[in-house]
Each structure stands twice: as C-alpha cells, then as structure tokens.
C-alpha cells in the first residue's frame, strides 16, 4: 500500500531530413535501464565534500553496480572510494570529518549450514535452512587513503548505526539470535503466530542496541528484553541518536519487533557506558529522536496529537511540555536536521505538488526554502558550517545531487549523471489545481503528450500514487514520459489522504477510504477535461499499491475507463488487515477491528471486492508473490471475480519478496506490460 511509483514507454521519431538538425530522440523503455539513483548524501561536517550512493543498473548481471563517491562541493569533481561492494547504505562522517562510515554486505561472510535462518534471508524465505545470505556491517575508512576496515559483527548484520560526539564509538541496532536458535538446526522450527504477516517463517526476534570501538574490537551490549529497537517492516530502522555529551544514546522503543503494534513507540534512553533503561518520551508514535549538538535539545517526530491520521510533525521537548513547532506549516514533515546552533531545524516534506523545505525556529515562523523547482527526494545532510545536500529531481532530471551554499542560496547541482535526458524528447509538466468534494482545494501533476497541439483531444492515462499518505510531485518520472511518448496526456492526481495539503486533507480519509477519494480523483479528471485536450472515449487508470486500490475502486463504481492497470492492489481490507503486516496498524483508518461488529461493516464497504460485480474496464493485474505489503491474494481474489464475470483480465506475477520489483529486468519487465496494456487498449 504505502508506495510510490515513477518510471517508463516506447515511442518512435520520423528521421529528419537531410541537412536539418537532428530532433530530439524519444524516451524509451531502453532508457529506464540507463537511470542512474543516488541516495544517502551525507555532507562533511566542515561543508566542502558530500558523500553519496551511486547505484547504475546492469541488465546483463540484473543488478545494480553500486559505489560511493565522494563530491567536491565546491567543484562538483567526484572520486569514487569503494568498489565491488553490495548492500550500500548510510554513508556517515566521523565527527571530525576524517572518517567515513558505512553499511555494506560482509563479503567475507561464509554460509553457516547449522546457523538459524534470518528473516528476510533467502533461506528464511525459501524454507532451506541455514544461513546463506551475507549481512551488512559497519565499516569504516580513513579519508587520507587505505581500505575500509569492518568494525562489527553482528550475526544478524547491522540494521543502523551512529558516530558518538567524540568519534571513538559506533552505536548499532542488531537483531538478536531466535531463542529456539538450537532448536531450529535440530529441525524443530515451529513458531508461535502473533502480530506477523502470512509469509513469515520464523520468529522475528527483537533488535537490540550494542556499541563497539570505532578501530574495531569488542561490541557491548546496551540493550535486551521483549521490547524492540526495529521491526519487520520495509521501512528503514531509526537511527540510535547519542546526547551531545556522550553519555546517553536514545532510541525509537518499539513494543516488539513486528511492525503491526509499532504505532505504540515511545523514544527512550540508556547510559554509553551501561544502565537502565529510561523513557525520554512516553507519548505513544513518538519516533526517530535528535539531539542539537550546541544545546542539547532533543526534537523527534510524532503525528500531530498523537492521531495517526494526521501527518507527522515534529515536536521539542521542554521541561514538563513538548511543542509542536511545524503546527503552523501544517504539513507532513518526513524528516528534519538541526542546524548550526541549535536554534532552528530544516525540514522536508511536501508542499502542493512539490517536495520542500523549511527552516523552522524554535520560535517564530518558518522559512520556506526557494528550491527553484528541484523536488527534494532525499533526507537532507546539514554541515556544521550551514551548507546543505541533498539527492533531487526535476521534471525533466532524474536524482541529482544538489547543495544549498546558504538557506538563502538557489540550489546548485554538482552531478550530471542523468545529462542524457537533456537529448530526449519530453512531455511537458506542470501543476492543476480543483475545487473538490467538501470544499477542498485540491492538485495533481499533468504531463502533456510530447508534440502536444493546442486544440487537439488526447487519450489520457491516470497515474495514481501510492500510499495513501503520500502524493504527487513534478519529480522526474519515466513511467510518466513513457506515456508522454507515445502520445498520451499524463494526469497524477492527488486525493484525499494525500500529505501535501495539511491535517484536515489527510485526515478527510478516516472512515472513507474509497468513496472520497475517488470523488477526489474524479473532479480533478473533470478539471483536467476542461482545457479541452482530454478525448473521453479514450481514458485510462491505472497505479500501484493504493493507487491500485483506487483503480479498482474507480472501476467498481464508474464505467468510463477503457483500460485499468492495477499494481499490488489492496481489494480487500479485511483480508489485507488479516495477512499483511500491518495488522492492527491499518485500524486508525476505521476506529476498530474488523472483527469488531461496530466496525465490520465499513471495512466491507470501503474494499472493492465487495463491488467487483460493477468492473467493465479490461484490466491488467500485477505484483509480486512475496509481497508482505500487500499480498498478493488481494489480486488473486479480483482476478478470478473478473474472470468469471467476463471481464477481459490478465495477470502477472514476479517471483519477488518486495511490494515492487526491485531488479532492473523485473522492472523493466513490469512498465513494458503497464504501457503496451494501456496503449493497446486506447489507440
């Protein structure tokens, strides 16, 4: 469900004539292959170098060659530091900037045939036993020349990590041993089902704090109990966070290690050296906590009031009260950073239809950043002298790495790793905004056809966003400018649940999970069509996740589209809430359980299957097998409803563990089937 989605299509151009400039070529499903991802820029603490993950895509081995490069911020020249190295994540500077930290798969790692399977392994997955999978580590290297050297060894690999204030230690998270470990090799694996997804097959055991020498040596264990520092979510762990003086580490404290309970974290504390453990904050979906280096004021992320239908905001905590300093901005924070000093905070999120960001004081209002139309897609990385990065996106640029010099200052690219789209032939992009359903001011992302002519009518395809607590920015898409290519107008709109437009707009979707938003989604159709360039014969809507959803839903209860593609669809909620690891994580959309009788009833309601009856649109289904997101009977169970109402209906599924595919060939594979679909059934 909560998922995003962006790339693909095909297109041909007429060769020029002889002696004419050569037009641009079109965007191609080729191209998609040659899309270069960064992520995890870290800037060092003195601003002059950013270290990022540059991942480049193999169709040949399938894979995605990855590396670290360290980039001049002054310059813009990069050097690569790593090579051959799988598993890439959270590149981290020491504090004094002579040092780079980060996670990468051990590569000295044997398989260990008696070893208990990790969850998530390929042997926890396939049911084989063992332990054939290798597990990130932390390692660490000096910027002044040599190897990186691994600092820890946790059996169960590292899952996040943080310097101390000194540079002498790393804290991490890692998962502990299963208690039946011994068990297990002898063949008796049973487990006890609780808050898990269908497709577990082990206990999910509890992560757990340790630090270790920063050189290397022995590890000591911080933290132990039932209670967890991680869950088996597909989301990244928070990051331990140590209190400027050293003494303390913080952490998200998690009921347990399964995702379903996980909105009752509280963030908490333990002595460096050793100690109880003591609450810092007992709010209830309290998370990802951050000390100010120069103050020592701890700040973390919350939904607003604690109601999970709001977005999340990030709040300050004061002697015998915490405030909420982005109440004002009203809109979803996904992540902030102190700044220099301690008196201020940047903070991400989206604004409209773009992805911003704001210096917020600890007093006073805040700043929206002048971004100069770069969609910020990464956490950004404050240096201690002030200067910003981050990975970013235009409508026409795949990820870039930017910098702010200044919080006043235009962002300033120093990659070119995506230039070739500057030779492709575009779709053009911009921004529509619609008065909805219940008074709302609502937007969404329109692409026109490239070649587009005024006064012409085109077939159109929506395009609808994961999540539902996500939305619809003029970042790069290729899935978009596939479309575009072939000639079709693009419409990604946002609806109510979206994070873009403040609490009252997300929080419109509790109790009202498809009817809403799918009266959203039609008058921002209705608002495209009145500048006349929509042919209504020919409209197409497709998604993944719960733009999946909203595509069944929209073509249970309206008979206008002419083709339907619908990726991990969630088609019944009670079923999903039942299998998928969400479990009673999905209630605050509905007040209850549905096993609850005051509850039941509305669950049916709001899942499509319940009206699949009413579906005409020839429709494509996708998704992978493994997905514990949303899993994949949810499109089983529409497939055969519509198959057996004689709807034309084909399905593909990926052998795959993840909610999408993740590897360049199922990828490909996956937006070749979602065009050609489409196009074959408007043009």
Do not use: C
């Not at 701890?298 to 905590?317: E, I």
């Not at 500048?531 to 809507?541: E, N, Q, Y």
């Not at 209850?592 to 009856?613: E, F, L, N």
């Amino acid at each position: 469900m909560r998922w995003t989605l962006g790339i693909l299509a095909v297109g041909l151009l007429a060769n020029a004539a002889p002696g004419a400039p050569a037009s641009p070529s079109p965007f191609m499903l080729d191209d998609v292959a040659t899309i270069v991802s960064l992520h995890g820029a870290a800037i060092s603490p003195d601003g002059k170098e950013v270290a990022v993950i540059v991942s480049v895509p193999d169709l040949k081995t399938n894979k995605a060659a990855q590396r670290i490069d360290i980039v001049d911020v002054a310059s813009g020249a990069s050097r690569s530091v790593t090579s051959k190295r799988t598993g890439l994540s959270a590149p981290s500077w020491s504090p004094d900037g002579r040092r780079l930290a980060f996670l990468a798969d051990d590569a000295t790692a044997k398989p260990d045939a008696d070893a208990a399977p990790r969850p998530g392994s390929k042997s926890w997955r396939d049911g084989s036993g063992g332990s054939d999978d290798r597990k990130p580590q932390v390692f660490v290297m000096s910027l002044r020349g040599g190897d990186p050297e691994r600092v820890t060894d946790a059996g169960n690999g590292v899952d996040a990590f943080a310097w101390s204030p000194d540079g002498e230690q790393i804290a991490y998270l890692t998962a502990d041993e299963a208690e039946n470990a011994k068990a297990i090799r002898e063949h008796n694996d049973v487990f006890e089902v609780t808050d898990n997804h269908f497709l577990t097959r082990a206990a999910q055991a509890p992560t757990h704090l340790w630090v270790v020498p920063a050189s290397g040596g022995t590890a000591t264990r911080l933290t132990s109990g039932k209670f967890s520092l991680n869950t088996d979510a597909q989301d990244s762990a928070p990051r331990p966070a140590w209190s400027p003086d050293g003494k303390q580490v913080a952490f998200t404290r998690f009921p347990g290690p399964y995702w379903g309970p996980s909105f009752r974290s509280v963030i908490a504390s333990v002595p460096a050296a050793g100690g109880a453990v003591s609450t810092l904050v007992g709010a209830e979906t309290s998370r990802g906590a951050e000390f100010a280096n120069a103050s020592g004021a701890l700040a973390y992320l919350r939904p607003r009031g604690g109601d999970r239908n709001n977005g999340d905001t990030v709040y300050l905590q004061l002697p015998g009260r915490d405030v909420d300093l982005a109440r004002a901005i009203d809109r979803n924070i996904s992540s902030f950073a102190w700044l220099p000093g301690g008196r201020s905070l940047l903070l991400a999120g989206e604004d409209g239809t773009h992805r911003v960001l704001w210096e917020q004081p600890l007093e006073g209002p805040a700043v929206k950043l002048a971004t100069a139309g770069v969609e910020v897609n990464d956490s950004p990385s404050v240096s201690a002298t002030g200067v910003v990065a981050f990975v970013g996106s235009t409508s026409t640029r795949p990820d870039e790495l930017y910098v702010l010099d200044s919080l006043r200052a235009s962002p300033r690219r120093l990659t070119y790793f995506n230039a070739f789209t500057e030779e492709r032939a575009l779709g053009r992009t911009t921004s529509l905004e619609w008065r909805g359903p219940n008074g709302f001011t609502e937007d969404g992302v329109l692409t026109y056809p490239v070649g587009y002519e005024a006064g012409r009518r085109y077939p159109v395809v929506l395009v609808i966003h994961g999540g539902p607590t996500a939305s619809s920015t003029e970042h790069f898409s290729a899935l978009v400018q596939l479309f575009a290519a072939e000639g079709f107008a693009v419409f990604q709109p946002n609806y109510r649940g979206s994070n873009n437009r403040g609490d009252a707009y997300q929080h419109a979707l509790y109790r009202d999970t498809g009817d809403g938003p799918g009266r959203d989604v039609l008058a921002g159709l209705a608002a495209v069509e009145k500048l006349g360039i929509v042919d209504p014969a020919r409209v197409a809507v497709t998604g993944w996740s719960y733009g999946g959803y909203m595509t069944a839903w929209l073509t249970s209860h309206d008979r206008r589209w002419k083709a339907a593609v619908a990726g991990a669809p969630l088609t019944d909620w009670v079923m999903d809430y039942t299998l998928a690891y969400y479990q009673q994580g999905d209630e605050y959309f509905f007040g209850g359980s549905p096993w609850d009788p005051k509850y039941h009833d509305i669950w049916r309601a709001q899942s499509p299957i319940t009206h699949v009856r009413n579906v005409t649109a020839p429709t494509l289904l996708l998704g992978d097998v493994g997905d514990p997101n949303v899993p994949l009977l949810n499109a089983y169970e529409w497939y055969h409803a519509l198959r057996d109402n004689g709807v034309e209906v084909q399905f593909f599924a990926y052998p795959a563990d993840t909610h999408f595919p993740g590897d360049i060939v199922r990828t490909t594979d996956v937006y070749r089937r979602w065009v050609d679909w489409v196009v074959g059934h408007l043009k």
